[in-house]
């Protein structure tokens, strides 16, 4: 069993900055794709962005350009870094864990508010 904390949600400002981190509870992050999913109220839970463990990159079509997701193995962490915010970019970002082998793991989700 691999636990997933996400730390950092909170209200940011329109066109701000903000960072979300995940934390793996084991070592199996080194080996596993992170993703951060992203779920707005009454909407379902979409993909933002995610890396693979040789630091492959993918992003959702809408956070090109302004998101940007990170890993440190060390402290098997990783991060997405959210920049320009919009207001559609409020919701709930849930962070992803694949392993190797196909099994998966989430966290239970940090809450981002975009205000104006």
């Known amino acids: 069993q691999v636990e997933l904390v996400e730390s950092g949600g909170g209200l940011v400002q329109l066109g701000g900055t903000h960072r979300l981190s995940c934390v793996a509870s084991?070592?199996?992050?080194?080996?596993?794709?992170m993703g951060w999913y992203r779920e707005a109220a009454g909407e379902q839970r979409d993909l933002v962005a995610t890396?693979?463990?040789?630091?492959?990159?993918r992003y959702a079509d809408s956070v090109k350009g302004r998101f940007t997701i990170s890993r440190d193995n060390t402290d098997n962490t990783a991060y997405l870094q959210m920049d320009s915010l919009k207001p559609e970019d409020t919701g709930l970002y849930y962070c992803?864990?694949?392993?190797?082998?196909?099994?998966?793991?989430w966290g239970r989700g940090a809450q981002v508010t975009v205000s104006s």
């Open positions: 890396i693979t463990s040789t630091n492959v990159t």
């Open positions: 084991r070592n199996v992050f080194r080996v596993s794709t």
């Open positions: 992803k864990l694949n392993t190797a082998w196909g099994t998966e793991y």
